[in-house]
Nanobody, 115 residues
Framework: QVQLVESGGGLVQPGGSLRLSCAAS????????MGWYRQAPGKQRELVAH???????TYADSVRGRFTISRDNAKNTVYLQMNSLKPEDTAVYYC?????????WGQGTQVTVSS
């Protein structure tokens, strides 16, 4: 079973930056699309960005121009560079396949944007 392990979250001030990483086990990483998702308190989980196996990217309107998704297939890792963070970006961030696989959610990593 493929495991997805997120890291890199933390507490950051508004306007700051964080880089999230997601390490995947298994041999299919390089041929599947991956996504970053987030869930804020009291809200449904939402798609933030996704990336194709070859690197084509798509972003939610709320993060376009501030976040960048990328991947390193040699390292089985997908990244989310988050700049100009806002309090409304506060959430638990998860990586998963795109579209998401119900059985592949990890623990996520908490991102808190606050002064």
């Amino acid at each position: 079973q493929v495991q997805l392990v997120e890291s890199g979250g933390g507490l950051v001030q508004p306007g700051g930056s964080l880089r999230l990483s997601c390490a995947a086990s298994g041999r299919i990483f390089s041929i599947v699309a991956m996504g970053w998702y987030r869930q804020a308190p009291g809200k449904q989980r939402e798609l933030v960005a996704h990336i194709s196996p070859r690197g084509s990217t798509t972003y939610a309107d709320s993060v376009r121009g501030r976040f960048t998704i990328s991947r390193d297939n040699a390292k089985n890792t997908v990244y989310l560079q988050m700049n100009s963070l806002k309090p409304e970006d506060t959430a638990v961030y998860y990586c998963n396949y795109y579209p998401a696989s119900t059985g592949s959610w990890g623990q996520g990593t908490q991102v808190t944007v606050s002064s």
